[in-house]
C-alpha cells in the first residue's frame, strides 16, 4: 500500500483543489436547478415602445444588417445576441436575446418606424437562463462545461479514493449501490 502513496498523494490533492476550484460553479447550477424544478420565476414584465427608424439604414436592409443592429443596440439599448434577422419588402425583424430577457425589434420599411418590444423575466429569470446557457453566449456554455467536468472528475477520483480505503469501502459499496437502487426504483415506479 505504501509504494503507491505516490499515486494517490497527488491524486487526493487534485481531487480536493480541483473540487475546490469547481466549488461555487457547481453550488450556482446546483442552486438555479432547483430554481428550474420548482418554477421560481415570475412572470415576464413587457414594455413595447415606437420610434422613428433612419431612412438610410432602410436603403438595404439585408445589405446594411450590420448598421441596422449597431443603430439598435446604440441609440435604443438593446442589448444580447442577436438570435434572428429576417427582412423582406415590407419590414425588418430582429431578435436579441440575453439571460432572463429578450428583444424584439420590427421595423416597417415603408412607415420607417421601429416597433421595440422588450420582456425581462427578472433576477430568477436572469438565473434559470444562465443555468441552461440560453442567450449567454459561447464563453458562459464553456464554463457550464467547465463545471460539469470538475463535478465528474470530483465524483470519480472520489470514488477512487474511497476504494482505497480499506476499512470504509465496505459500507462504501452499500452506500453506491443503494444510492443506485433507489435511483433505479424511482425511475421504474414514479417517472410515466
Given at each position: 500500500?505504501?509504494?503507491?502513496?505516490?499515486?494517490?498523494?497527488?491524486?487526493?490533492?487534485?481531487?480536493?483543489?480541483?473540487?475546490?476550484?469547481?466549488?461555487?460553479?457547481?453550488?450556482?447550477?446546483?442552486?438555479?436547478?432547483?430554481?428550474?424544478?420548482h418554477g421560481w420565476f415570475s412572470e415576464p414584465d413587457s414594455q413595447v415602445a415606437q420610434a422613428a427608424f433612419?431612412?438610410?439604414?432602410?436603403?438595404?436592409?439585408q445589405g446594411s444588417r450590420q448598421a441596422v443592429v449597431q443603430h439598435l443596440r446604440r441609440q435604443f439599448k438593446?442589448?444580447?445576441?442577436?438570435?434572428?434577422?429576417?427582412?423582406?419588402?415590407?419590414?425588418?425583424?430582429?431578435?436579441?436575446?440575453?439571460?432572463?430577457?429578450?428583444?424584439?425589434?420590427?421595423?416597417?420599411?415603408?412607415?420607417?418606424?421601429?416597433?421595440?418590444?422588450?420582456?425581462?423575466?427578472?433576477?430568477?429569470?436572469?438565473?434559470?437562463?444562465?443555468?441552461?446557457?440560453?442567450?449567454?453566449?459561447?464563453?458562459?456554455?464553456?464554463?457550464?462545461?467547465?463545471?460539469?467536468?470538475?463535478?465528474?472528475?470530483?465524483?470519480?477520483?472520489?470514488?477512487?479514493?474511497?476504494?482505497?480505503?480499506?476499512?470504509?469501502?465496505?459500507?462504501?459499496?452499500?452506500?453506491?449501490?443503494?444510492?443506485?437502487?433507489?435511483?433505479?426504483?424511482?425511475?421504474?415506479?414514479?417517472?410515466?
Open positions: 500500500m505504501a509504494g503507491n502513496n505516490w499515486i494517490v498523494g497527488p491524486f487526493r490533492a487534485l481531487h480536493t483543489y480541483l473540487a475546490m476550484l469547481g466549488l461555487i460553479p457547481m453550488a450556482f447550477f446546483a442552486a438555479t436547478g432547483l430554481a428550474l424544478n433612419p431612412a438610410e439604414l432602410l436603403a438595404d436592409p438593446v442589448a444580447g445576441t442577436l438570435e434572428s434577422y429576417e427582412c423582406d419588402d415590407q419590414e425588418v425583424r430582429a431578435v436579441f436575446r440575453r439571460p432572463g430577457g429578450r428583444t424584439d425589434a420590427v421595423i416597417n420599411i415603408a412607415e420607417k418606424r421601429l416597433e421595440l418590444s422588450r420582456e425581462s423575466r427578472g433576477l430568477m429569470g436572469r438565473l434559470n437562463d444562465l443555468h441552461t446557457g440560453a442567450g449567454a453566449g459561447r464563453a458562459w456554455r464553456i464554463l457550464i462545461d467547465v463545471t460539469a467536468g470538475l463535478l465528474l472528475f470530483a465524483i470519480v477520483s472520489g470514488v477512487v479514493l474511497w476504494l482505497r480505503l480499506p476499512r470504509r469501502r465496505l459500507i462504501g459499496s452499500i452506500a453506491l449501490l443503494a444510492g443506485l437502487a433507489t435511483w433505479l426504483v424511482v425511475y421504474l415506479w414514479l417517472v410515466p
